[in-house]
Nanobody, 117 residues
Framework: QEQLMESGGDVVQPGGSLRLSCDASGGIIFGTRTVRWYRQAPGKQRDLVASIAPDFHGGQTDYLDSVKGRFTISRDITKNTVYLQMSSLKSEDTAVYYC???????WGRGTQVTVSS
């Protein structure tokens, strides 16, 4: 059964850093799919934060404007894991972060990131 699992969420102070991980199992190969990180804050819509294209599309990355220069999405093919390195975190980055891979699209259950002093 195809599954995605996020990890790495935590409480961090403004200006701090976190690295989120998304692990795949059940036949999902990240190198052959688009992988995206989304986030959803309480009472707000789910936003696409970062994406990375499959290898055969050059692994192109894209970012939400508000995280450009602070967040980096990357992929470790040997571990079949996608990361979201987040730095210079702000309170407005507080949300549940989800990874998704597709098509067809599969979703993880999310990991909580809280940025607070």
């Amino acid at each position: 059964q195809e599954q995605l699992m996020e990890s790495g969420g935590d409480v961090v102070q403004p200006g701090g850093s976190l690295r989120l991980s998304c692990d795949a199992s059940g036949g999902i190969i990240f190198g052959t799919r688009t992988v995206r990180w989304y986030r959803q804050a309480p009472g707000k819509q789910r936003d696409l934060v970062a994406s990375i294209a499959p290898d055969f599309h050059g692994g192109q990355t894209d970012y939400l404007d508000s995280v450009k220069g602070r967040f980096t999405i990357s992929r470790d093919i040997t571990k079949n894991t996608v990361y979201l390195q987040m730095s210079s975190l702000k309170s407005e980055d507080t949300a549940v972060y989800y990874c998704a891979a597709g098509p067809p699209w599969y979703w993880g259950r999310g990991t909580q990131v809280t940025v607070s002093s």
